[in-house]
Protein backbone atom coordinates (compact mmCIF):
# COMPACT_ATOMS: atom_id res chain seq x y z
CA UNK A 1 0.00 0.00 0.00
CA UNK A 2 1.36 3.13 -0.64
CA UNK A 3 0.36 6.87 1.62
CA UNK A 4 -2.67 7.21 -0.75
CA UNK A 5 -4.31 3.57 0.31
CA UNK A 6 -3.03 4.22 3.93
CA UNK A 7 -4.96 7.32 3.90
CA UNK A 8 -8.16 5.36 2.66
CA UNK A 9 -8.01 3.11 5.67
CA UNK A 10 -6.94 5.64 8.49
CA UNK A 11 -8.30 8.67 9.62
CA UNK A 12 -5.03 9.98 10.88
CA UNK A 13 -3.75 12.75 9.06
CA UNK A 14 -0.48 15.20 9.11
CA UNK A 15 1.50 15.57 11.63
CA UNK A 16 -0.22 12.02 13.15
CA UNK A 17 0.03 9.72 10.29
CA UNK A 18 3.01 7.92 11.12
CA UNK A 19 3.04 4.78 8.41
CA UNK A 20 4.50 5.98 5.02
CA UNK A 21 4.31 2.66 3.75
CA UNK A 22 2.84 -1.34 4.09
CA UNK A 23 5.28 -3.25 2.38
CA UNK A 24 3.95 -6.51 3.03
CA UNK A 25 0.35 -7.28 4.53
CA UNK A 26 -1.94 -10.20 4.73
CA UNK A 27 -4.34 -11.88 7.32
CA UNK A 28 -1.73 -13.00 9.73
CA UNK A 29 1.45 -10.29 9.06
CA UNK A 30 1.90 -6.97 8.15
CA UNK A 31 5.35 -5.43 7.25
CA UNK A 32 4.71 -1.55 6.99
CA UNK A 33 7.61 1.74 7.30
CA UNK A 34 7.95 5.11 8.87
CA UNK A 35 10.69 7.40 7.45
CA UNK A 36 11.52 9.24 10.90
CA UNK A 37 12.68 12.71 9.41
CA UNK A 38 13.87 15.70 11.18
CA UNK A 39 11.01 18.07 10.23
CA UNK A 40 8.56 15.93 11.87
CA UNK A 41 7.08 18.46 14.18
CA UNK A 42 8.11 16.42 17.69
CA UNK A 43 11.72 16.82 17.24
CA UNK A 44 11.58 20.68 18.05
CA UNK A 45 10.94 19.83 21.58
CA UNK A 46 12.19 16.16 21.88
CA UNK A 47 14.85 16.89 22.95
CA UNK A 48 16.57 19.94 21.40
CA UNK A 49 20.16 19.52 20.15
CA UNK A 50 19.54 15.40 20.68
CA UNK A 51 16.43 14.21 18.86
CA UNK A 52 14.84 11.69 20.09
CA UNK A 53 11.47 9.86 19.10
CA UNK A 54 9.25 9.72 21.64
CA UNK A 55 8.58 6.40 22.43
CA UNK A 56 4.69 6.64 22.88
CA UNK A 57 4.98 7.64 18.70
CA UNK A 58 6.68 4.70 17.82
CA UNK A 59 4.00 2.73 19.34
CA UNK A 60 1.06 4.54 17.86
CA UNK A 61 3.53 3.94 14.55
CA UNK A 62 3.16 0.15 15.24
CA UNK A 63 -0.68 0.38 16.13
CA UNK A 64 -1.63 2.43 12.87
CA UNK A 65 0.39 -0.10 10.76
CA UNK A 66 -1.54 -2.96 12.50
CA UNK A 67 -4.78 -1.76 10.91
CA UNK A 68 -3.76 -3.40 7.57
CA UNK A 69 -4.38 -6.29 9.45
CA UNK A 70 -7.38 -6.06 11.16
CA UNK A 71 -8.88 -4.56 8.08
CA UNK A 72 -8.86 -7.94 7.03
CA UNK A 73 -11.04 -9.37 10.10
CA UNK A 74 -14.19 -7.18 9.57
CA UNK A 75 -17.03 -6.58 6.71
CA UNK A 76 -16.30 -2.69 5.30
CA UNK A 77 -13.99 -1.54 7.36
CA UNK A 78 -14.34 2.28 6.37
CA UNK A 79 -17.29 2.29 8.49
CA UNK A 80 -14.88 1.51 11.75
CA UNK A 81 -12.41 3.59 13.79
CA UNK A 82 -9.66 2.06 15.61
CA UNK A 83 -8.84 2.05 19.25
CA UNK A 84 -6.51 0.66 21.10
CA UNK A 85 -7.28 -0.90 24.31
CA UNK A 86 -4.02 -2.42 26.09
CA UNK A 87 -0.32 -1.97 25.54
CA UNK A 88 1.98 -4.84 27.18
CA UNK A 89 5.33 -5.90 27.48
CA UNK A 90 6.53 -3.15 25.80
CA UNK A 91 10.55 -2.52 25.87
CA UNK A 92 12.40 0.42 24.17
CA UNK A 93 16.27 -1.00 23.27
CA UNK A 94 17.43 1.84 21.62
CA UNK A 95 16.66 5.26 20.47
CA UNK A 96 15.24 6.46 16.92
CA UNK A 97 16.22 9.40 15.68
CA UNK A 98 16.10 11.66 12.21
CA UNK A 99 16.79 9.80 9.32
CA UNK A 100 16.30 6.42 10.25
CA UNK A 101 13.39 4.37 8.91
CA UNK A 102 11.35 2.40 11.16
CA UNK A 103 10.81 -1.07 9.87
CA UNK A 104 7.64 -2.81 11.78
CA UNK A 105 7.13 -6.30 11.96
CA UNK A 106 3.30 -7.02 13.23
CA UNK A 107 2.12 -10.50 13.50
CA UNK A 108 -1.57 -11.51 15.06
CA UNK A 109 -1.92 -13.70 17.93
CA UNK A 110 -5.33 -13.58 18.53
CA UNK A 111 -8.57 -11.99 17.02
CA UNK A 112 -12.30 -12.34 18.13
CA UNK A 113 -14.72 -10.39 16.39
CA UNK A 114 -13.23 -7.02 16.26
CA UNK A 115 -10.97 -7.36 18.70
CA UNK A 116 -7.40 -8.00 17.74
CA UNK A 117 -4.47 -9.17 19.94
CA UNK A 118 -0.84 -7.90 18.07
CA UNK A 119 2.67 -8.60 18.65
CA UNK A 120 4.68 -6.32 17.57
CA UNK A 121 8.50 -5.78 16.46
CA UNK A 122 9.82 -2.35 15.44
CA UNK A 123 13.42 -2.27 13.65
CA UNK A 124 16.13 0.55 12.40
CA UNK A 125 18.75 -1.14 10.19
CA UNK A 126 18.15 -4.81 11.42
CA UNK A 127 18.45 -3.97 14.90
CA UNK A 128 15.56 -4.30 17.44
CA UNK A 129 14.59 -0.56 18.81
CA UNK A 130 10.87 -1.59 20.40
CA UNK A 131 8.37 -3.88 21.07
CA UNK A 132 5.11 -4.68 22.53
CA UNK A 133 1.79 -6.63 22.60
CA UNK A 134 -1.05 -4.49 21.66
CA UNK A 135 -4.74 -5.13 21.99
CA UNK A 136 -7.29 -3.34 19.66
CA UNK A 137 -11.33 -3.06 18.53
CA UNK A 138 -12.60 -2.02 16.02
CA UNK A 139 -15.55 0.58 16.74
CA UNK A 140 -18.59 1.80 14.25
CA UNK A 141 -18.30 5.30 13.37
CA UNK A 142 -21.11 7.21 14.61
CA UNK A 143 -20.71 9.73 11.78
CA UNK A 144 -21.35 6.58 9.05
Known sequence: MDIYEI?????????????????EA????VKALKNVTMNEPFFQGHFPGKPVMP???II??????AVALIVNYIDNP???LFYFMKIDKVKFRKP???GDTLI?????????????VIKGKSYVN?????????????VKREDK
Open 26 to 29: DKKH
Open 96 to 98: VIP
Open 104 to 116: HEITLEKERGTMV
Open 78 to 80: KDY
Open 126 to 138: EKLVCEGELTAMA
Open 55 to 57: GVL
Open 7 to 23: MEMLPHRYPFLLVDRIL
Open 60 to 65: ESMAQS
